[in-house]
């Protein structure tokens, strides 16, 4: 019989937290299956940070550290040195990496640490209720900009991968969405470059992952993606903005 459809390997046999219709599903799918098609499970640490995704540790099929706010490129730093063969990756949502860990990721980047980032932007702060992250767009409402963010009070949203692909340590920068299955494809493509960046020890790569909160968004599971379509790839463009081949 063909098999159409299996569970990855890269992921254990555990049901998630995650609200239905939230795409870190989705995503944590994308990076397990990136590490078995690798064959990089047996040598994978990953970190997981604060957020929604704080328990990531316990659906990876792999050795797992946890990381208070936006420390997880330091903690990733430091496993990556003690053990460089290790394939070691950082999961962060955007509360997380954009807001109190902006300077972990700029200076892990900075310092072409070889280590992947999967950076979940969907755009506010998921675990603590809804409030304003640095990535909320301008008029999106959220618990703490009830009256929509406003550019003159909280400055404009902060494009990260177009930051970091500024930086010259930073080899691999890509921005995918989930939105499709398309779209999907192209976010597991990136996801393993990342990945494959990282063994060949070129230097830093971020995959940053426009994603879905239906639940702070107010949203029902097909409305959130129509969403993120309609609102979040206008404002955060996808695609490469960064390869190795251009850094020489
Ligand atoms: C050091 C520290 N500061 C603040 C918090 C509170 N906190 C936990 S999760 C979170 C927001 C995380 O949001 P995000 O990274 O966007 O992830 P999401 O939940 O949306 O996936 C905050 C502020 C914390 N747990 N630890
Ligand atoms: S609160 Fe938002 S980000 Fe968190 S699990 Fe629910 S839908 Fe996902």
New binding site residues.
Partial sequence: MTVVFKRTKGLKDIPTHYCPGCT?GIIHRLVGEALEELDLLGKAIGVA??????LAYEYFNCDMHEA???RAPAVATGIKRVHPNAAVFTY??????A??GAAEIVHAAHRGEKITTIF?N?A?????GG?M?PTTLIGQKSTTSPYGRDANHAGMPLKVSEMLATITGAVFVERVAVDTPSNIRKAKKAIKKAFEVQMEGKGFGIVEVLST?PTNWGLSATEALKWLRENMIPYYPLGNFRTPEEVK
């Fill in positions: 870190h940070p604060v957020g929604c995704s704080v208070a706010h936006g962060q949502g955007d509360g997380d990496l807001s109190i979940v969907n506010i702060y998921g675990m603590t409030q992250a909160c």
